[in-house]
């Protein structure tokens, strides 16, 4: 994971001056770029996420994420209508008529860190501290209900109904930019699971129509899928069933 302002930003004191556009918040990976330069036989980024919350009062809160959303790094932003400070490096800012927000590095502090350059609708553009820039794309967020069938049944755990069968969760959270949420393993008497949630678009020349996926991995193979199901990228909720697990994400807002 890119770390952000690797001297780890300090000296954030001063108020924002005006509330940030909500274009600036969400959850942002740059899964899709990883992926597809790595098929592409290019050396692609590190895999980076950003989640941007709203921070006391009109502050912002800048926060790195693994794939399953844990929380690495945070840092506050104070944000005006002309620029953005994170730590020791300001960020002049451009706003445009339709909501995107472009920055420039304006101070030493910039100097070998992860900066915004832009960010619109559809995403973020980062500069890594080596000079390249990496797509991150905006993550829509879901909701998703899993259950795995345990291997003798009586083990503890949560239960569906006091299924003793099968472990179950409901109301995890992720998103469709490479979200993964587990589930079993240690002690609960089941295998674990794992699933990922991705909105894949085709770069061209490929010709193939975008879908919603979701994939099944387990732990002694994170990166190769198991299973996997597929939707229309406009379907509110996807499933699959593999006899030994279960899970269903829905859209939040979509119900």
């Known amino acids: 994971m890119t770390s952000f302002l690797p001297a780890l930003l300090m000296g954030v004191a001063s108020p924002a001056l005006t509330q940030p556009a909500p274009i600036a918040q969400g959850i942002f990976t740059n899964e899709e770029q990883v992926y597809f330069d790595g098929e592409a036989g290019r050396t692609p980024p590190p895999w980076t996420g950003v989640q941007i919350d709203p921070g006391e009062g009109s502050a912002l809160v800048w926060q790195t994420i693994d794939r399953f959303g844990t929380v690495l790094a ?49 995403g973020m553009t980062l500069r890594l501290p080596d000079g390249s820039n ?35 969760k409901s109301n995890m959270r992720t998103h469709d ?62 499933g699959i069933n593999q006899r030994w697990m279960q899970a269903s994400c829905t859209l939040d807002g979509a119900e």
């Open 134 to 168: 990496s797509l991150l794309r905006r993550a829509r967020p879901f909701t998703c209900w899993l259950t795995v069938k345990r291997d003798a049944a009586g083990s503890s755990g949560a239960t569906s109904e006091n299924n003793e069968d099968w472990l179950f």
């Open 177 to 238: 930019q490479g979200g993964r949420l587990r589930l079993g393993g240690g002690d609960s008497g089941a295998p674990e699971a794992i699933i990922r949630i991705r909105n894949v678009v085709w770069p061209e020349p490929t010709r193939n129509p975008p879908s919603l996926v979701l994939y099944v991995f387990t732990p002694d193979d994170t990166n190769r899928a198991v299973a996997y199901g597929w939707a229309d990228p406009g379907a509110v909720r996807v």
């Open 74 to 122: 945070s840092v506050p932003v104070v944000a005006s209508a002309d620029r953005w400070r994170i730590g020791d490096c300001t960020l002049g800012l451009t706003g445009s008529s339709y909501g995107a927000m472009t920055f420039s590095p304006q101070s030493k502090g910039c100097a070998g860190a992860t900066v915004p350059l832009r960010i619109d609708g559809a």
